[in-house]
């Protein structure tokens, strides 16, 4: 028996699999790619949004009577929305290490929210921290833009006293 080197590329970094490298493994859904990167879903984090969607179902029945069944698949929206912003912060992490020149090699989203992970570290403490940083520029982006494009309304039959417009003074 011999042993045969590990695979490497022509940096010399040392290619090892990982458990979701061959399809997702056994605790994982590998759902695709996001520019060439494999991107898993972690079952921990499908049980989460069915969870949360049975669990709001309710309160999209008490805003919305008469939807019906339908308010599990409005309230499947919840945890859905959630693991895309999850999914854009990732994405910020991935291009923010290509242009730093570190080679992005799989997205993770998981229960807890997502990994970018990567074949090494960053170079430069510098650069490190523009990686560390860019997922958390991308989720204030979509914070803010969510803010700016609210109607400032609110779902019909939800209680008055969540309008700020209903306070009153008792004075």
Sequence with gaps: MHNAAPPHD???VV???????SGGGASGLRLG????VPLDVQWSAVVMAVFTGIVFAP???????????????????????????????ELGHLLAGRACGVRPTRISLDILGGVTHFDRDADTPGREAVIAASGPVVSALLAASGTRSSPGGRPKGSPERWSSSSRSSTS
Excluded: T
Excluded at 33 to 36: A, D, H, I, K, V
Excluded at 74 to 80: H, S
């Design 33 to 36: 790619r996001l520019f060439g």
């Design 10 to 12: 022509e940096s010399g």
């Design 59 to 89: 309160m999209v029945r008490w805003w919305f009577p008469g939807i019906g069944i339908f308010a599990y698949v409005l309230a499947l929206l919840v945890p859905g929305i959630l693991m895309v912003s999850v999914l854009a912060h």
């Design 15 to 21: 290619a090892v699999p990982g458990p979701s490298d």
